[in-house]
């Protein structure tokens, strides 16, 4: 099934960017795949997706950066959604951060996301029709210890999909977040076996999210069922907070 929709997915190279990517491509969008180092995993996806049909383009930018976004902005062309996929975490105890790392995580999960949107946005208006959807954290919603800047950082992203929900909604845009909990990503390999063990026997279904469930989610926002969806954040962590 092929749609001339276009998305633009940041963070394309990673396990929750490229399940994503998977399942938007099967239902016929055509896709920017954003990613910053990993070019050979964006390359690989691209391999996957061209069974599909559609456009799959890849787009270099570090978000990490001030004004990384506007390298993304030069390479879009038609657009109607945008999945803001691209994150990292980081641990360790607050009075240990360095100014650098809040630096880099400020302009990764906040500075770049809106300024991308902000330069983006114009195009969905022109169309009075779209969708922004930002993938947040179980973290942005109630905190954690040893995560005290990414929780920051996820929970600014929270009010920003709150916020600017409200200004767009007349324009036939929605905006809508998505807060997974513990999911089975590369992010996760920094915990040892017992870690992983840990936090599972905490979360209520009693294992780690897959990245194709966040995708569905995803999914779903975008398509004609959730068109009465907008400025809410959609929590998917097994009940691990509720």
Same mark, same amino acid.
């Given at each position: 099934?092929?749609?001339? %929709?276009?998305?633009?997915?940041?963070?394309?190279?990673?396990?929750?960017?490229?399940? =994503?990517?998977?399942?938007?491509? &099967?239902?016929?969008?055509?896709?920017?795949? !954003?990613?910053?180092?990993?070019?050979?995993?964006?390359?690989?996806?691209?391999?996957?997706?061209?069974?599909?049909?559609?456009?799959?383009?890849?787009? !270099? /930018?570090?978000?990490?950066?001030?004004?990384?976004?506007?390298?993304?902005?030069?390479?879009?062309?038609?657009?109607? @959604?945008?999945? !803001?996929?691209?994150?990292?975490?980081?641990?360790?105890?607050?009075?240990?951060? @360095?100014?650098?790392?809040? @630096?880099?995580?400020?302009?990764?999960?906040?500075?770049?996301?809106?300024?991308?949107? &902000?330069?983006?946005?114009? %195009?969905?208006?022109? &169309?009075?029709? #779209?969708?922004?959807? =930002?993938?947040?954290?179980?973290?942005?919603?109630?905190?954690?210890?040893?995560?005290?800047?990414?929780?920051?950082? %996820? #929970? /600014?992203?929270?009010?920003?999909?709150?916020?600017?929900? &409200?200004?767009?909604?007349? +324009?036939?845009?929605?905006?809508?977040?998505?807060?997974?909990?513990?999911?089975?990503?590369?992010?996760?390999?920094?915990?040892?076996?017992?870690?992983?063990? +840990?936090? @599972?026997?905490?979360?209520?279904?009693?294992?780690?999210?897959?990245?194709?469930?966040?995708?569905?989610?995803?999914?779903?926002?975008?398509?004609?069922?959730?068109?009465?969806?907008?400025?809410?954040?959609?929590?998917?962590?097994?009940?691990?907070?509720?």
């Amino acid at each position: 099934m092929y749609m001339n %929709k276009y998305v633009l997915i940041t963070g394309a190279s990673g396990g929750i960017g490229q399940a =994503v990517a998977y399942t938007l491509a &099967k239902k016929g969008y055509n896709l920017y795949l !954003h990613y910053n180092q990993n070019e050979q995993s964006v390359k690989e996806l691209k391999e996957k997706l061209n069974q599909f049909g559609g456009e799959y383009l890849p787009v !270099h /930018a570090d978000l990490t950066t001030f004004d990384g976004y506007k390298s993304i902005c030069s390479q879009i062309f038609s657009l109607d @959604e945008i999945i !803001h996929c691209g994150g990292t975490s980081q641990y360790g105890l607050f009075v240990d951060l @360095e100014q650098a790392e809040a @630096e880099s995580l400020l302009n990764l999960h906040v500075l770049s996301p809106l300024m991308l949107t &902000k330069e983006l946005l114009p %195009k969905l208006l022109s &169309k009075r029709s #779209g969708n922004i959807i =930002v993938i947040s954290s179980i973290w942005g919603q109630t905190g954690a210890a040893c995560e005290v800047a990414y929780s920051t950082v %996820k #929970g /600014a992203q929270i009010a920003f999909v709150k916020a600017l929900s &409200k200004e767009v909604a007349l +324009n036939g845009i929605r905006v809508n977040g998505i807060a997974p909990g513990a999911i089975k990503t590369p992010m996760m390999q920094g915990f040892t076996t017992e870690d992983i063990e +840990n936090i @599972e026997s905490d979360i209520p279904m009693g294992r780690l999210g897959r990245p194709a469930e966040i995708a569905g989610a995803v999914a779903f926002l975008l398509s004609d069922e959730a068109t009465y969806i907008t400025g809410q954040i959609l929590g998917i962590n097994g009940g691990w907070y509720t």
